[in-house]
């Protein structure tokens, strides 16, 4: 079993930055792939941004040049760097990861989400 947890959200004005750590923990051999994604109101849940274990990255169209997904294996943990954040990112942000846990099993793990409102 792991657990993921997102962290970092908040109220932030047009033009403005928020950092986003997203923690795994429990019993973790290894993780794979790990993800961010969001859910506007009224919209259905959209992929941001993708980190594999390699470090290779993919972005959603609508975030590319403004947000940077980094992660950190000794801590088990994603980034997503949101800068020049616009009305329309406000969301409701979660993350995910493909972890391999000490049953040698691998599943997709999702956290509970952060709330990120773009507002002046």
């Known amino acids: 079993q792991a657990q993921l947890v997102e962290s970092g959200g908040g109220l932030v004005q047009p033009g403005g930055s928020l950092r986003l750590p997203c923690a795994a923990s429990?019993?973790?051999?290894?993780?794979?792939?790990m993800g961010w994604y969001r859910q506007a109101p009224g919209k259905e849940r959209e992929l941001v941004a993708t980190?594999?274990?390699?470090?290779?990255?993919n972005y959603a169209d609508s975030v590319k040049g403004r947000f940077t997904i980094s992660r950190d294996n000794a801590k088990n943990t994603v980034y997503l760097q949101m800068d020049n954040l616009k009305p329309e990112d406000t969301a409701v942000y979660y993350c995910n990861a493909e972890v391999r846990g000490t049953s040698r099993s691998t599943m997709l793990y999702w956290g509970k989400g952060t709330l990120v409102t773009v507002s002046s």
């Open positions: 980190i594999t274990g390699g470090g290779s990255t």
């Open positions: 429990g019993s973790i051999l290894s993780i794979n792939t």
